[in-house]
């Protein structure tokens, strides 16, 4: 048994896999590690609901500025970019760090942040003729997005100890 398999190997080849410290299992993928699994399917539900929330709440109409995904992508990555190196700051992706990046990192932020929205939305503003507009949106969502990864990453270095500081 390990961090992301809670059912009981039946084989004995399956129970002589190697395992790491942490009592991963590191001879099975971890994208076939049904608690792994688990987790991102969690936090996907929770992610995809705050961005249906707020979709809902502020929709795109055709002839609007599509705010609410350009928010809701920014906000994303800089939350990403804060958790994945406060993460890695804190020591190696394993245990309770790996759970907490499958299921907040992959899942919530994976299904919060919407590449098909900002997609669709940029072809919207193109159909209706506003290629002004659909450039723009193009160039703040992929500048101010990764400008915001980086933001997040410095939040996290400044108000964050390194695991070596620790000791």
Do not use: W
Not at 44 to 58: C, D, K, N, P, Q
Not at 84 to 99: C, K, M, V
Request: charged share 20%.
């Amino acid at each position: 048994m390990n961090d992301f398999d809670d059912e009981q190997s039946d084989t004995a080849a399956d129970r002589a896999l190697p395992v790491d410290p942490d009592g991963v299992d590191t001879a099975r993928p971890l994208h076939v590690q049904p608690a792994a699994i688990a987790a991102v399917a969690l936090g996907g539900l929770v992610g995809t609901g705050i961005r249906y929330g707020a979709e809902s709440a502020f929709p795109f109409v055709s002839g609007s500025f599509p705010f609410t995904t350009l928010v809701i992508n920014i906000t994303g990555t800089f939350i990403l970019g804060m958790l994945l190196e406060r993460l890695a700051l804190s020591g190696p992706d394993s245990g309770r760090r790996r759970r907490i990046r499958l299921c907040i990192g992959t899942g919530v932020l994976g299904s919060y942040t919407t590449y098909s929205s900002f997609a669709l939305e940029t072809v919207e503003l193109l159909r209706d003729h506003r290629v002004v507009a659909a450039a723009v949106y193009m160039t703040v969502s992929v500048v101010i997005g990764t400008l915001a990864a980086g933001a997040g990453i410095v939040c996290a270095q400044r108000f964050g100890t390194r695991a070596e500081e620790k000791r």
